[in-house]
């Protein structure tokens, strides 16, 4: 267990409002990522963070931000969330020095649903 | 860029079966490869890994070779049980990136 969390694990909302994911980890991974997984597309990373404050964009970051204060938390925010923007949102980490730093894990997932 | 190709799913198998399924990837380095599972309402959870030309990975009677030859990594197990339904995916991370390019996943499925 890589001591990693989402929250929440499930939300529905409605097109234009913000929402904000959170995903936090216990074991002081340097990276941490934000995954959408869809069907007939696998995973996309939207954006990755190398550190705190340290962050950069993904394959499909339009529409996303992210912030990262503190080593532990990641947070990934949809400033007006469209219908395409339904989606299983993963987080991952790695980069802890006894495993390999692009061996990454990952969290149960926050399923969303945009109305 | 990279890509990675995996084979079309939905697979059906029976109960002992051999399993394969294929994986094919393009990188400009030296990558490094991986296999990852996700059961059902979960997230993935790395199942097996090769850093290096030749290197076979396995975990849970699962195996895969580095063939830098033919760009491959295949996925095999000899006897596939129930328990091994899952979605599969193959992915790459190139030297020196810590960012992971995933295929698009096989979700595989068992009878008894």
């Known amino acids: 267990d890589a001591g990693i969390t989402q929250s929440p694990r499930h939300k529905v909302t409605e097109t234009g409002t913000p929402v904000t994911l959170r995903c936090h980890q216990t074991?002081?991974?340097?990276?941490m990522y934000w995954y959408r997984q869809d069907p007939g597309h696998g995973l996309r990373l939207i954006h990755y963070?190398?550190?705190?404050?340290?962050?950069d964009k993904g394959e499909v970051s339009d529409g996303y931000s992210v912030s990262r204060s503190k080593t532990e938390d990641f947070l990934l925010t949809l400033e007006s969330a469209t219908s395409s923007q339904t989606s299983v949102y993963f987080c991952?980490?790695?980069?802890?020095?006894?495993?390999?730093?692009?061996?990454?894990?990952f969290g149960p997932g926050t399923r969303l649903t945009v109305l | 860029g990279d890509s990675v190709t995996q084979m079309e799913g939905p697979v059906t198998l029976s109960e002992e079966a051999f399993l394969t399924i294929n994986c094919t990837y393009t990188?400009?380095?030296?990558?490094?490869l991986f296999w990852y599972v996700q059961y059902p309402g979960e997230g993935l959870q790395l199942l097996l890994k090769?850093?290096?030309?030749?290197d076979k990975g396995s975990n849970k009677g699962f195996e895969a070779t580095y063939r830098k030859e033919t760009t491959s990594f295949h996925l095999e197990k000899g006897s596939v049980q129930v328990s091994d339904s899952a979605v599969y995916f193959c992915?790459?991370?190139?030297?020196?990136?810590?960012?992971?390019?995933f295929g698009t996943g096989t979700r595989l499925t068992i009878i008894p």
């Open positions: 090769a850093t290096k030309a030749d």
């Open positions: 963070s190398y550190g705190v404050k340290d962050t």
């Open positions: 992915a790459l991370s190139d030297l020196g990136n810590e960012k992971l390019t």
């Open positions: 990188a400009t380095g030296y990558p490094s």
């Open positions: 991952a980490i790695s980069g802890l020095a006894q495993s390999s730093y692009n061996e990454q894990f």
């Open positions: 074991e002081n991974h340097r990276y």
